[in-house]
């Protein structure tokens, strides 16, 4: 799906297909398989990803979104859930993403 594609979705599909897309990529980075659960409001670090697998998986959703994704969102709130949020933010909301301002957070 292109970032178009993803634009042209409403939010609460958008926010499903992009739910889909990071859960598949972070069962990827820690080998689970897909019958394991991925819990998304513990810290990615917690379940085993390493700061270079988290770098190869920026870039590759990346390439994959056609956008840039704010290394501080990766590091600062390290869930799936909170960069979930900042990139339904991002293809809905580019110039908010481009702060780096993460929905919930102050």
Request: proline fraction near 6%; charge should be negative.
């Amino acid at each position: 799906m292109t970032l178009q594609q993803f634009r042209e979705l409403p939010r609460p599909e958008l926010a499903e297909e992009m739910e889909r897309l990071l859960v598949d990529q972070f069962r990827a980075s820690l080998l689970m398989d897909e019958t394991e659960e991925l819990p998304l409001d513990i810290s990615y670090f917690d379940l085993g990803l390493t700061s270079l697998k988290l770098t190869q998986m920026r870039q590759t959703l990346e390439g994959i979104l056609e956008l840039s994704i704010n290394a501080n969102v990766l590091f600062n709130e390290p869930t799936v859930g909170r960069l979930l949020d900042y990139l339904v933010d991002a293809v809905t909301d580019p110039a908010r993403a481009a702060t780096g301002a993460i929905p919930g957070s102050n």
